[in-house]
Protein backbone atom coordinates (compact mmCIF):
# COMPACT_ATOMS: atom_id res chain seq x y z
CA UNK A 1 0.00 0.00 0.00
CA UNK A 2 1.16 3.38 -1.01
CA UNK A 3 0.04 6.64 0.85
CA UNK A 4 0.33 9.83 -1.39
CA UNK A 5 0.25 13.32 0.70
CA UNK A 6 0.07 16.06 -1.29
CA UNK A 7 1.19 19.79 0.02
CA UNK A 8 2.17 23.07 -1.72
CA UNK A 9 -1.13 24.18 -3.60
CA UNK A 10 -2.75 27.32 -3.16
CA UNK A 11 -3.76 30.76 -5.02
CA UNK A 12 -1.77 32.48 -6.88
CA UNK A 13 -1.51 35.16 -9.85
CA UNK A 14 -1.27 34.77 -13.46
CA UNK A 15 2.25 34.36 -14.69
CA UNK A 16 3.45 33.51 -11.16
CA UNK A 17 5.11 30.27 -10.18
CA UNK A 18 3.69 27.59 -7.62
CA UNK A 19 5.90 24.12 -6.45
CA UNK A 20 3.62 21.34 -5.65
CA UNK A 21 5.07 18.40 -3.20
CA UNK A 22 4.30 14.88 -3.28
CA UNK A 23 5.60 12.87 -0.33
CA UNK A 24 4.89 9.06 -0.22
CA UNK A 25 5.33 6.39 2.14
CA UNK A 26 6.54 3.45 0.10
CA UNK A 27 9.97 1.35 0.78
CA UNK A 28 9.54 0.99 -3.13
CA UNK A 29 9.55 4.59 -3.85
CA UNK A 30 12.25 4.45 -6.29
CA UNK A 31 10.97 1.73 -8.47
CA UNK A 32 7.55 3.15 -8.47
CA UNK A 33 6.54 5.70 -11.69
CA UNK A 34 4.57 8.60 -10.49
CA UNK A 35 2.30 10.95 -12.25
CA UNK A 36 0.62 14.24 -11.32
CA UNK A 37 -3.07 14.64 -12.63
CA UNK A 38 -5.58 17.61 -12.42
CA UNK A 39 -8.89 18.03 -12.92
CA UNK A 40 -10.81 21.42 -13.26
CA UNK A 41 -14.60 21.66 -12.84
CA UNK A 42 -16.97 20.35 -15.45
CA UNK A 43 -14.05 18.78 -17.02
CA UNK A 44 -12.15 15.49 -17.41
CA UNK A 45 -8.93 15.20 -15.77
CA UNK A 46 -5.31 15.22 -17.00
CA UNK A 47 -2.18 13.77 -16.97
CA UNK A 48 -0.21 16.46 -16.56
CA UNK A 49 3.06 15.04 -15.93
CA UNK A 50 4.93 11.51 -15.51
CA UNK A 51 8.02 10.44 -14.77
CA UNK A 52 9.06 6.79 -14.40
CA UNK A 53 11.67 4.99 -12.10
CA UNK A 54 14.87 6.14 -14.22
CA UNK A 55 14.02 9.67 -14.22
CA UNK A 56 12.35 9.77 -17.60
CA UNK A 57 9.77 12.57 -17.80
CA UNK A 58 6.53 13.54 -19.94
CA UNK A 59 4.57 16.69 -20.02
CA UNK A 60 1.14 17.26 -21.31
CA UNK A 61 1.25 19.41 -24.45
CA UNK A 62 -0.52 22.01 -22.48
CA UNK A 63 1.73 22.77 -19.79
CA UNK A 64 5.10 21.63 -21.53
CA UNK A 65 7.52 24.18 -21.03
CA UNK A 66 6.14 25.78 -18.01
CA UNK A 67 5.92 22.73 -15.69
CA UNK A 68 8.40 20.36 -14.41
CA UNK A 69 8.58 17.08 -12.93
CA UNK A 70 11.17 16.04 -11.49
CA UNK A 71 11.55 13.34 -8.31
CA UNK A 72 14.18 13.43 -5.01
CA UNK A 73 14.29 9.54 -3.89
CA UNK A 74 16.12 10.09 -0.77
CA UNK A 75 13.11 11.92 -0.23
CA UNK A 76 10.39 9.79 -1.40
CA UNK A 77 9.00 12.73 -2.64
CA UNK A 78 7.93 13.98 -6.42
CA UNK A 79 7.39 17.46 -7.27
CA UNK A 80 5.38 19.75 -10.09
CA UNK A 81 7.77 23.47 -10.35
CA UNK A 82 4.58 25.20 -12.11
CA UNK A 83 5.56 28.64 -14.14
CA UNK A 84 4.04 31.01 -15.76
CA UNK A 85 0.71 30.36 -14.91
CA UNK A 86 -2.42 30.37 -16.57
CA UNK A 87 -6.01 30.85 -15.39
CA UNK A 88 -6.38 27.71 -17.13
CA UNK A 89 -4.29 26.01 -14.70
CA UNK A 90 -6.74 26.85 -11.68
CA UNK A 91 -7.34 22.87 -11.02
CA UNK A 92 -7.39 20.47 -8.02
CA UNK A 93 -4.11 18.50 -8.96
CA UNK A 94 -3.50 15.18 -7.70
CA UNK A 95 0.01 12.99 -7.30
CA UNK A 96 -0.40 9.29 -8.29
CA UNK A 97 1.83 6.56 -8.01
CA UNK A 98 2.02 3.28 -10.39
CA UNK A 99 3.70 1.62 -13.02
CA UNK A 100 5.31 2.47 -16.42
CA UNK A 101 5.35 0.24 -19.80
CA UNK A 102 4.39 2.04 -22.71
CA UNK A 103 2.01 4.38 -21.12
CA UNK A 104 1.89 5.28 -17.37
CA UNK A 105 -0.79 3.22 -15.13
CA UNK A 106 -1.48 5.02 -12.29
CA UNK A 107 -2.93 2.75 -8.79
CA UNK A 108 -2.48 4.92 -6.23
CA UNK A 109 -3.88 8.36 -5.59
CA UNK A 110 -3.35 11.21 -3.06
CA UNK A 111 -6.33 13.26 -1.84
CA UNK A 112 -5.83 16.29 -3.98
CA UNK A 113 -5.12 20.29 -3.43
CA UNK A 114 -6.27 22.75 -4.51
CA UNK A 115 -4.51 25.49 -6.99
CA UNK A 116 -6.02 28.45 -8.21
CA UNK A 117 -4.64 31.02 -10.36
CA UNK A 118 -6.24 34.34 -10.21
CA UNK A 119 -5.90 37.68 -9.83
Known amino acids: QVQLVESGGGLVQPGGSLRLSCAAS????????MGWYRQAPGKQRELVARITSGGSTNHADSVRGRFTISRDNAKNTVYLQMNSVKPEDTAVYYC?????????????WGQGTQVTVSS
Open 96 to 108: TAGSYYQYYAPSY
Open 26 to 33: ASGFSSLA
